[in-house]
T-cell receptor
Framework: IAGITQAPTSQILAAGRRMTLRCTQDMRHNAMYWYRQDLGLGLRLIHYSNTAGTTGKGEVPDGYSVSRANTDDFPLTLASAVPSQTSVYFC?????????????FGPGTRLTVL | GIQVEQSPPDLILQEGANSTLRCNFSDSVNNLQWFHQNPWGQLINLFYIPSGTKQNGRLSATTVATERYSLLYISSSQTTDSGVYFCAVEETGANNLFFGTGTRLTVIP
């Protein structure tokens, strides 16, 4: 059982380019989440999905979009990347469809926007 | 949004020592979680503890929701305990999980 996988592991991207970060879980969890982690700021919630077919905005949603076509996958898209989106991105999931439920994290994607 | 403050920001321990990490939050919460981020960046859920006390091996946690704080106890620390410890809270009425800025723990042999 892999748990949560993220791809790519790291990426350097030119400003203005479109980028999709992938996240897949095999635990059949209802809810999935995307966070960004910046030095000195901890983790901040970008978007979440309580169940397949639904999504919601977190604390810092601007510049990002998500979709949840099925239970396992929750891609995060940067339509036109900017340098302030340089960060480490973590995907997480929880069995229950609540933001506050016990969460399990993927290994992260380190994104650099130049 | 809710403010989540962790203390101390940094802590250096000799192997075998005990420590207490604190998490204060500014408003009522539905639940609270503690996470450990190891030096390789992996985040592990330690406790899901909206109230009361839980123990898992050398680690235990206590949340006193009415007084808006939680404590994480690490006993007989080991070098593998090094990393950053985060608490995260779900503010009542807000569909969001807010993280503190963490306590960086270094355990030296």
């Amino acid at each position: 059982i892999a748990g949560i996988t993220q791809a790519p592991t790291s990426q350097i991207l030119a400003a203005g380019r479109r980028m999709t970060l992938r996240c897949t879980q095999d635990m059949r969890h209802n809810a999935m989440y995307w966070y960004r982690q910046d030095l000195g700021l901890g983790l901040r919630l970008i978007h979440y999905s309580n169940t397949a077919g639904t999504t919601g905005k977190g604390e810092v949603p601007d510049g990002y979009s998500v979709s949840r076509a099925n239970t396992d996958d929750f891609p995060l898209t940067l339509a036109s990347a900017v340098p302030s989106q340089t960060s480490v991105y973590f995907c997480a999931s929880s069995e229950e469809g609540l933001v506050g439920a016990k969460q399990f994290f993927g290994p992260g994607t380190r994104l650099t926007v130049l | 949004g809710i403010q989540v403050e962790q203390s101390p920001p940094d802590l250096i321990l000799q192997e075998g020592a005990n420590s207490t990490l604190r998490c204060n939050f500014s408003d009522s919460v539905n639940n609270l979680q503690w996470f450990h981020q190891n030096p390789w960046g992996q985040l592990i859920n330690l406790f899901y503890i909206p109230s009361g006390t839980k123990q898992n091996g050398r680690l235990s946690a206590t949340t006193v929701a009415t007084e808006r704080y939680s404590l994480l106890y690490i006993s007989s620390s080991q070098t593998t305990d090094s990393g950053v410890y985060f608490c995260a809270v779900e503010e009542t009425g807000a569909n969001n999980l807010f993280f503190g800025t963490g306590t960086r723990l270094t355990v030296i042999p």
